[in-house]
Structure formats: C-alpha cells, structure tokens
C-alpha cells in the first residue's frame, strides 16, 4: 500500500525521547484508556447467536449505551443476540479464540488473515456518505516538511485498524524505516490527537470524522495541526457470519440490518456506529432466496 503525500515546506522538530514516548504509551493505554467490558453472564441453555463488535476507528463512546440499544433494535426486528462490544484488542481476540461469535463487526483484515476462524462471510456491508471505504490522515504540526521527515519520528495511531502487526503496517504504509520511526498505540484517535498536540509525538494517524470531532470541541487543540499524508482506502468494518450461524438466523440478521435505517431506533444504531445505512451483500440475497424457497415448501 502507498500513501498519498501532501507536501509542505517547513523544518521537522526535535524527536521526542524513547522513555518519553513509552511514558506516554503507558499512560494513554492506562489512563485514557476505555474501561474493559466485564463479560456477561449468559446462561448455558441461552440459544441466542452471539454477536461481537470491535472497531478502534468507528466506536461509540459508550459501549454500554450502543450494546443496549443495538440489542433492543435487532430484537424488536426479529432476532434476539447475545452482543458483545470490545474496547482493547486484547480482550477481543482473546474471546474470538474462546467463545467463536456467529456474527462479527470488525476490520475486514480480521476476517481475511483467519483470526476469526471461521467467520469468513461479509453479509452487510455498511455505507458513509455514499462510500464502503474511509481513509486515514496523517497529521503534523507546521513544522513537518515531507513524510520522510519522520524517519527518526513517532506517530500516535490506533494500530489495529490495518493489520494484525498494527505498528508494523503503520510505518509500511508510509515507507518508514521500522528500525528508526517508532508508533505509539493508543486506545482512541482522539488520544492521538491529544499527543500530538501536546508534543509528545511527530504525528498522528487519524479519520477526518475524529479530526472534525475534535476541531469542534476543542479548536486549540488541532488549530496548529495539518494533514500530511493519507493511508489507502480501509474498508469500513462490515458484519460477517460464521459457518456455525443457522440459515435462519442469517436471514433474520440480514434482513434486520437491512431494515435499520427505516426506522428511528435503528438509525439511532447507526448514528452511534457513524453509518448511514447497510447494505446487504450478494451471498446475504442469495441465502434470502434460498431461505424463502425453503420456508414455502
């Protein structure tokens, strides 16, 4: 992946200290960090599918709120889930390996590298402003030139939006040299904005939504700030089914996602996943048929 370079013409800063840097990583995973979610205690003979969701770009502030009101939209339109969503990556694949979901939203890489066995199957696939992508920005302060003037830089990003080795693929992305430019992995964007205004890093790996987001609430802090570079287009976190999902819950989840956006709750959901609506995916109208034909018999 190549990114798209914006150029500027300034001198770069002084690289912050490696013990600073881990300072701050301690502190923004500890600190700042959203609390885990205990894991429910669902009853054994409980024979709702389960259904997790882990997204570090596209996550509601309160995950408790969104788990609630999802769970309360999917049920009054037909199927009732057991939903899980996750704050740390840990915690995530740590129940993936444990308690295999039968539906998932997730980065699509999570789906594609096997990490969630076998939940291989895109069956909505949800749309922002007319588009199934997003890209990221890179942002500096003035006084960054080119990419390359972070050679020997940091950058503050959520690093398990691109790949398993999130840090690693950050600096690929912008051909940085793994061995000199470092990444420091924080829990939200917001916290990377946060570092970088406080100079505590060269850059920040950020979507243009938490940049506005945060121009709004807080101009001070990216007031100073510009876009130097962008990632490639990243696939927005669709919903996959699992082999062990019945044909008939498929159905019930496909047409239920299908039918959020027509009514208030459900594009209340929506609202908190940052979507404007889903759409159903070919395999998802293809099983519909299927199901139908078989429901007539």
């Not at 939903?83 to 999570?110: G, H, M, N, V, Y």
């Given at each position: 992946?190549?990114a798209t370079v914006h150029k500027t013409?300034?001198?770069?800063?002084?690289?912050?200290?490696?013990?600073?840097?881990?300072?701050?990583?301690?502190?923004?995973?500890?600190?700042?960090?959203?609390?885990?979610?205990?894991?429910?205690?669902?009853?054994?003979?409980?024979?709702?599918?389960?259904?997790?969701?882990?997204?570090?770009?596209?996550?509601?502030?309160?995950?408790?709120?969104?788990?609630?009101?999802?769970?309360?939209?999917?049920?009054?339109?037909?199927?009732?889930?057991?939903?899980?969503?996750?704050?740390?990556?840990?915690?995530?694949?740590?129940?993936?390996?444990?308690?295999?979901?039968?539906?998932?939203?997730?980065?699509?890489?999570?789906?594609?590298?096997?990490?969630?066995?076998?939940?291989?199957?895109?069956?909505?696939?949800?749309?922002?402003?007319?588009?199934?992508v997003y890209r990221k920005a890179l942002?500096?302060?003035?006084?960054?030139?080119?990419?390359?003037?972070?050679?020997?830089?940091?950058?503050?990003?959520?690093?398990?939006?691109?790949?398993?080795?999130?840090?690693?693929?950050?600096?690929?992305?912008?051909?940085?040299?793994?061995?000199?430019?470092?990444?420091?992995?924080?829990?939200?964007?917001?916290?990377?904005?946060?570092?970088?205004?406080?100079?505590?890093?060269?850059?920040?790996?950020?979507?243009?939504?938490?940049?506005?987001?945060?121009?709004?609430?807080?101009?001070?802090?990216t007031r100073d700030l510009r876009v130097?570079?962008?990632?490639?287009?990243?696939?927005?976190?669709?919903?996959?089914?699992?082999?062990?999902?019945?044909?008939?819950?498929?159905?019930?989840?496909?047409?239920?996602?299908?039918?959020?956006?027509?009514?208030?709750?459900?594009?209340?959901?929506?609202?908190?996943?940052?979507?404007?609506?889903?759409?159903?995916?070919?395999?998802?109208?293809?099983?519909?048929?299927?199901?139908?034909?078989?429901?007539?018999?």
């Amino acid at each position: 992946m190549v990114a798209t370079v914006h150029k500027t013409n300034r001198i770069v800063a002084p690289r912050a200290s490696r013990g600073a840097l881990l300072a701050l990583a301690a502190l923004l995973l500890g600190g700042f960090a959203a609390p885990a979610l205990p894991s429910p205690a669902f009853a054994e003979d409980d024979t709702r599918p389960s259904f997790y969701f882990y997204s570090p770009d596209w996550r509601p502030g309160d995950l408790n709120v969104f788990t609630e009101e999802l769970e309360n939209a999917l049920t009054a339109d037909g199927i009732r889930v057991r939903f899980q969503a996750f704050a740390r990556f840990s915690d995530f694949i740590q129940q993936l390996k444990s308690a295999p979901p039968e539906f998932l939203i997730a980065p699509s890489w999570i789906a594609s590298d096997g990490v969630a066995g076998s939940m291989r199957e895109l069956i909505a696939q949800p749309i922002r402003a007319g588009r199934t992508v997003y890209r990221k920005a890179l942002m500096t302060t003035d006084d960054i030139d080119v990419v390359q003037d972070l050679a020997n830089g940091s950058i503050a990003a959520t690093v398990h939006t691109l790949g398993r080795d999130g840090e690693s693929v950050v600096l690929e992305v912008f051909n940085l040299d793994p061995t000199t430019a470092q990444v420091v992995a924080v829990p939200k964007d917001a916290d990377a904005l946060l570092a970088l205004s406080f100079g505590q890093v060269d850059g920040a790996l950020v979507t243009s939504e938490q940049f506005e987001q945060q121009s709004t609430a807080n101009p001070k802090v990216t007031r100073d700030l510009r876009v130097l570079a962008f990632t490639p287009d990243i696939d927005l976190p669709g919903v996959y089914a699992s082999d062990t999902a019945t044909r008939e819950h498929r159905r019930a989840m496909a047409d239920a996602l299908d039918r959020l956006s027509g009514y208030q709750a459900g594009r209340n959901v929506l609202e908190m996943f940052g979507y404007d609506e889903f759409v159903l995916t070919r395999a998802s109208l293809r099983e519909r048929r299927v199901v139908d034909r078989l429901r007539r018999r």
